[in-house]
């Protein structure tokens, strides 16, 4: 930083110190311009400017790869997909410090408010993106995420957590869009929030890409993935009104549909309404005695 030191002057010199002053309020300005531009950083770190989510939707993620549940047992990904229930599918880690966790409790909230059943409706794949992680640790987050799911009693036997290979990892993640980096000075991984929603025949349907998770955009999202399958008729309604965006990852109202909707309403209340008028004035031309005109008997 340049400092300009201003000596004492005169009062005839009035207008010499206003240009001192100047000059150190400029060279004060480019001073700190200088630091700040040293110290700001202009873009992400080189570690996390690949960490992102490449949209994949309409593609098939590989059902054949060998994972192993918390329980120990050998599974494969196509064991989860029954060609009925779609499948909300998380990539995680039992020791993220932060992302994780805040991910898996915004969604933990939003499970308790929703009004389809975990089991019944749909389930919940969380594969660990640590080759290194234990059944023993897996099974614990879990027994924790399923603890604070009171609404959903069939979370601990349909929100499946599963621990795999290095190169199993990579393949699922790769068909999901899902990239990840790993830091080895800080053995931590850096990786985005994603929530993929996935068919029953393990299609990727839409995806949420934030840590807060909406009751509503999830069970639009499992509606969408189900094609049909799970939802009453209303639910079918709404969700025909809505559109999903890719950019926010998040549905949308569609006015044209709603406007749509609104005028087949108004045609058919308009028909209920004159229905019963058409049908009386038929009768009354086939019946003209039955008019307003009462009948006299003979004498």
């Not at 207008?15 to 202009?42: D, E, K, P, W, Y």
Request: with cysteine.
């Amino acid at each position: 930083m340049t400092i300009i030191l201003l000596k004492p002057t005169k009062p005839n010199a009035l207008g010499s110190t206003l240009a001192r002053v100047l000059a150190f309020t400029i060279a004060l300005t480019f001073s700190f311009a200088g630091i700040c531009h040293g110290q700001l950083n202009v873009g992400p770190p080189t570690e996390v400017q690949d960490v992102t989510v490449d949209q994949k939707l309409g593609e098939q993620i590989p059902l054949d790869l060998p994972m192993t549940d918390s329980l120990g047992r050998p599974v494969k990904t196509g064991y989860y997909f029954d060609g009925r229930r779609p499948v909300l599918v998380t990539l995680n880690y039992s020791d993220c410090p932060v992302l994780c966790n805040v991910q898996l409790n915004a969604l933990v909230q939003s499970l308790n408010q929703l009004d389809l059943t975990i089991g019944g409706d749909f389930q919940i794949l969380t594969v660990s993106i640590d080759a290194k992680e234990t059944t023993e640790r897996i099974r614990e987050t879990k027994k924790k995420f399923v603890a604070d799911l009171p609404n959903q009693p069939g979370a601990g036997e349909s929100w499946h957590f599963c621990t795999a290979r290095d190169s199993v990892i990579k393949k699922l993640a790769d068909s999901l869009g899902f990239r990840y980096t790993y830091d080895a000075k800080t053995g931590q991984y850096f990786h985005p929030a994603m929530l993929a929603f996935v068919s029953p025949d393990g299609v990727i349907s839409r995806y949420s890409l934030d840590v807060a998770f909406p009751p509503e955009q999830i069970k639009l999202s499992l509606l969408d993935a189900s094609s049909g399958t799970i939802g009453s008729p209303v639910d079918q309604f709404v969700m025909w009104c809505f559109s999903y965006d890719a950019d926010r990852g998040s549905y949308v109202l569609v006015a044209w549909r709603l406007m749509r909707a609104g005028a087949a309403l108004t045609v058919v209340v308009l028909l209920m309404a004159l229905i019963p008028y058409w049908i009386g004035r038929r009768r009354s031309a086939a019946f003209p005695g039955t008019g307003s005109h009462p009948h006299v008997p003979a004498a």
